[in-house]
């Protein structure tokens, strides 16, 4: 019985860990979330083996109680969902040939046809009604404009 208890608070204090980090509580925050991970995945494979043996002798309860820690190690061994920094789209306002060229993926020198087919393949894709956004259709805009010498595409 004294086995059981121990190992559910060793248990416990392991799987509360990763909370402590997020919370500031315990010290070497960085050497810790480096382990972590493959720890819990170890730790969850013992608290498997220990639920497994417990269900094999009927102690249901610790068998539960093993699952629980299995499932919150589990929980705090994954990763943290991060937003992916966007980079700004380059203004349109101070925009040379060479940057309308690299936009609209045509050389600088590239024909009024060619430009106004890389324009329109291109506008097909990020339109604001497709799904693109309004930025970027400026964008596009603006660079077939300076290609085309300011005059717009019939």
Known sequence: MI???LLVLIGAGLISLPWLIRLGLAKRVSAVRQAWRPSAGVLGLLFVILG?????RSAW???GLAAVCVCLLALSARKPRTKRPQ???PSAEGMNREDAARIL????SASPEAVREAYKRLMRRIH???GGTAGLAAQLNRARD????GRPAP
Do not use: R, S, T
């Open 146 to 149: 300076i290609l085309l010498g």
């Open 61 to 63: 309860w610790e068998a």
């Open 105 to 108: 993926g045509v050389a600088p």
């Open 52 to 56: 497994l043996i417990f269900a094999a």
């Open 87 to 89: 980079a700004a789209p």
């Open 128 to 130: 604001p009604d497709v």
């Open 3 to 5: 086995v059981k208890l």
